[in-house]
């Protein structure tokens, strides 16, 4: 069986504790594709690269049977509070 949602959850999970991790499967529940948008302190300090490098080393099991792996979002804790801040703001 392939890689699951709440598997690639429970490890970034686990490996990074995101104050904020959304996973969506885009593979149509075969897990070979995921989504992936994550707030963690691991982050600070760190450009984009580096911080897809983090996902992806955290990762490095699940890799191996995911085809696709999209980080639609990457930031840090304070990144995310004020992204949500001018999302919030603007509706």
Same mark, same amino acid.
């Given at each position: 069986?392939?890689?699951?949602? *709440?598997?690639?959850? @429970?490890?970034?999970?686990? &490996?990074?504790?995101?104050?904020?991790?959304? +996973?969506?499967? %885009?593979?149509?529940?075969?897990?070979?594709?995921?989504?992936? *948008?994550?707030?963690? @302190?691991?982050?600070?300090? &760190?450009?984009?690269?580096?911080?897809?490098? +983090?996902?992806? %080393?955290?990762?490095?099991?699940?890799?191996?049977?995911?085809?696709?792996?999209?980080?639609?979002?990457?930031?840090?804790?304070?990144?995310?509070?004020?992204?949500?801040?001018?999302? %919030?703001?603007?509706?």
């Amino acid at each position: 069986m392939g890689v699951t949602k *709440e598997s690639v959850e @429970a490890t970034l999970t686990q &490996k990074l504790q995101p104050t904020y991790l959304k +996973v969506i499967d %885009t593979s149509g529940g075969c897990g070979a594709s995921f989504d992936v *948008e994550i707030a963690t @302190a691991a982050f600070v300090g &760190k450009r984009m690269l580096e911080r897809h490098r +983090v996902v992806n %080393t955290a990762l490095t099991e699940e890799i191996k049977d995911i085809h696709a792996l999209s980080i639609r979002k990457a930031l840090t804790p304070e990144q995310w509070q004020e992204q949500n801040a001018k999302t %919030t703001a603007a509706a």
